[in-house]
């Protein structure tokens, strides 16, 4: 398949990379697809809309997942989760996890960490009481937002 060289979004600049994701290929697909049909169908002008911006948003975030994935890269960072390996990885940087899970400024610049201790503070129950309760019923006490992760 061939693509254009910038968003097919008119007001929009951006370049379409030479390597689009798999997202961005599926985006395109769509918007190719009901491009042909968008003017036997008016039914489909709202698809055919939502398609057009789907690619538009795919090309920044595929922009955006180059640079992470860049970033990564020079930080050493994995690229993809190696699951063997990673009960060794979590070991090897054991120390600096639990640095990171004690340190009180780096948890109180978690939002999740603090909408947890938030639902804990605003809760009327007692851990005790939840004890043996099953999972659902556990995430169901806290406020829907409240999971740390």
Same mark, same amino acid.
């Given at each position: 398949?061939?693509?254009?060289?910038?968003?097919?979004? @008119?007001?929009?600049?951006?370049?379409?990379? @030479?390597?689009?994701?798999?997202?961005?290929? $599926?985006?395109?697909?769509?918007?190719?697809? *009901?491009? #042909?049909?968008?003017?036997? #169908?008016?039914? $489909?002008?709202?698809?055919?809309?939502?398609?057009?911006?789907?690619?538009?948003?795919?090309?920044?975030?595929?922009?955006?997942?180059?640079?992470?994935?860049?970033?990564?890269?020079?930080? +050493?960072?994995?690229? @993809?989760?190696?699951?063997?390996? *990673?009960?060794?990885?979590? @070991?090897? /940087?054991?120390?600096?996890?639990?640095?990171?899970?004690?340190?009180?400024?780096?948890?109180?610049? &978690?939002?999740?960490?603090?909408?947890?201790?938030?639902? *804990?503070?605003?809760?009327?129950?007692?851990? /005790?009481?939840? #004890? +043996?309760?099953?999972?659902?019923?556990? &995430?169901?006490?806290?406020?829907?937002?409240? /999971?740390? +992760?």
């Amino acid at each position: 398949m061939t693509y254009p060289s910038r968003c097919i979004e @008119e007001a929009c600049s951006d370049k379409f990379p @030479e390597t689009p994701s798999e997202a961005l290929v $599926q985006a395109y697909r769509k918007y190719t697809n *009901l491009a #042909k049909i968008k003017r036997k #169908k008016v039914d $489909q002008r709202n698809a055919f809309i939502l398609a057009l911006y789907s690619v538009c948003i795919a090309i920044k975030r595929n922009d955006e997942d180059l640079a992470v994935r860049i970033r990564a890269e020079e930080l +050493g960072w994995p690229l @993809e989760t190696n699951f063997a390996q *990673l009960p060794e990885r979590i @070991e090897k /940087h054991k120390d600096e996890i639990l640095a990171l899970l004690n340190n009180e400024i780096v948890l109180s610049a &978690s939002m999740p960490w603090s909408t947890f201790i938030q639902a *804990l503070d605003k809760s009327t129950f007692t851990f /005790h009481s939840i #004890k +043996g309760t099953s999972w659902t019923n556990k &995430s169901i006490m806290f406020d829907p937002e409240c /999971h740390a +992760g």
